[in-house]
């Protein structure tokens, strides 16, 4: 097979399918609790449903069903991940972080629920992720030392040496001159880590080799660096379009991006090379890998494909 | 025995032993990270030292002990319980919530670091705890399943259902009038939830049976709610007399407690029955259960001592 193609592979399809599968468990581990229309459990569902395109927890599943793992055994820690996801997205929309009063175009979570129970909303996501993971009717099938090392595996990322590691070196970097090495520090940490983990997560739950896992764990992390670039890229292009209708730009600091550093030429070239860089160690997977392929073209294409 | 008296244990010496032992194992647990001079590391630090008493994993210790756990067995869950004590009041004294300037005398964590820093610091040690305690080096030696079961616990303690869930509870309770029934169930959650669990981790390490961990969990149910009544009466009386001496009140709004709702006297009445009850409990463990008998005395008799 040769990767450089996935033109027959439905990708419109596939997410369509994974995010649904995605939400639905979603929906069931946010619905075992007594007295849910309690303003937190409405705050928590509100920082989950509707969500974005799902793209962490898919991972998760694409890269497990690679190595031929069902969904039921994946799902707990594909949603644990996205739980991770939707707690940092609220925080960070928070006035003592980013200050964004929407998210997604709709009104953020502290504009709906007032910032205390946004705070607390945050707080209820992330310990609710470790609560799935750690579920043995949730994780059944699934060997308890492996569960272990994945709740691991994901605290770290979630952590100081990753996600809130990142966000507090961007805070730190705000208003300030960033250099490049700076640049991809934040980014590895602050999107790429989490990416990174439930690309691994999958791929464990797969029972991956050693070698295969080295290989994904590569992809994991071109895909992770690529996809703030991207971001970055995206966020650029939108910011030049509103300061050239006069809109008033983002309530938050200049913020340490590719873009910013090394220019938006550079930015989309290396863009492209991570691209590069990510599918060809999907290459010895063959066909079974077209979903992270297509993934990772999706995930480079929106910024490569139109000039800023 | 006669649990009556606890008189000839020395209850300060074994705070000060068990206190010294969990702020070491604190230390050796955080100084793992590379890079250790960053922000939000020395956030995260202040928010764990200097500690206050270190009760909650005190009673992991006490527990366990009781059992016949080692320490070095017990100290992952009783570091990973104080972690999570320590990110709820870092978050608990930010601005969106209780908005408080100091803690232990000290200024809060958001005045010496700023909103954002600490916002991500308490995100950082929640995360830490439940790294710490699915790593398989620190808690060598005990069973998977076990460890599985005791994050569960633990999560469950911290989340919506118990620590985070209370703490919604009371913001939505501010300024309201607030009956006995609203006023157990918040402290029920926001306090007593993870001190049931701090003790419960504790007996269930120690291989506990069903019917001597029955007997903990009353203990500690009792206790927890001792513990946050004691707390509502020493801050009543601290008021009264800040206000008698013309002082400004607390920032906060008029929280929900125990003498505001049944009156100090009555409040009392029910610190000391909650005391016996606690005792009560203790009494088939004989000498052994010493350490947790001092303990709950000493919690309740710090505001049942004096007259307010």
Chains 1, 2 share one sequence.
Do not use: W
């Amino acid at each position: 097979m040769n990767l450089a193609s996935t033109d027959d592979f439905d990708l419109d399809d596939y997410l369509r399918r994974q995010s649904s599968t995605v939400d639905q468990a979603l929906e069931i581990y946010l619905r075992k609790y007594p007295g849910a229309q309690q303003t937190i459990f409405r705050a928590m569902r509100y920082g989950v449903f509707p969500g974005g395109k799902r793209i962490r927890p898919i991972l998760t599943l694409a890269s497990g069903e690679l190595f031929g793992a069902p969904a039921n055994r994946l799902l707990p820690f594909a949603c644990g991940v996205e739980l991770i996801h939707a707690y940092s997205l609220i925080h960070d929309d928070l006035p003592a972080l980013d200050d964004d009063d929407l998210r997604r175009g709709e009104p953020a979570a502290h504009k709906v629920f007032g910032q205390g129970m946004a705070l607390l909303a945050g707080d209820g996501l992330l310990t609710e992720a470790f609560q799935l993971m750690s579920d043995k009717d949730a994780t059944q099938g699934v060997k308890p030392e492996l569960v272990l090392a994945l709740i691991h595996e994901l605290a770290h990322a979630a952590g100081v040496m990753g996600l809130v590691g990142g966000q507090a070196l961007d805070l730190e970097a705000e208003g300030k001159e960033a250099d490049l090495a700076t640049v991809e520090v934040i980014h590895v940490r602050k999107t790429g880590a989490l990416i990174l983990a439930a690309i691994r997560i999958g791929a464990r739950l797969g029972g991956a080799t050693e070698i295969e896992l080295a290989r994904i764990t590569r992809y994991g992390e071109f895909l992770g660096l690529a996809f703030q670039i991207a971001d970055d890229i995206l966020d650029a292009r939108a910011e030049t379009a509103a300061s050239q209708q006069g809109e008033t730009g983002h309530k938050e600091q200049k913020k340490a991006t590719y873009p910013l550093v090394v220019g938006i030429v550079q930015a989309r070239e290396r863009l492209g090379e991570l691209l590069q860089l990510s599918l060809f160690e999907l290459e010895p997977f063959g066909a079974r890998s077209l979903p992270l392929a297509a993934i990772a073209r999706h995930v480079a294409e929106r910024a490569l494909s139109t000039q800023a």
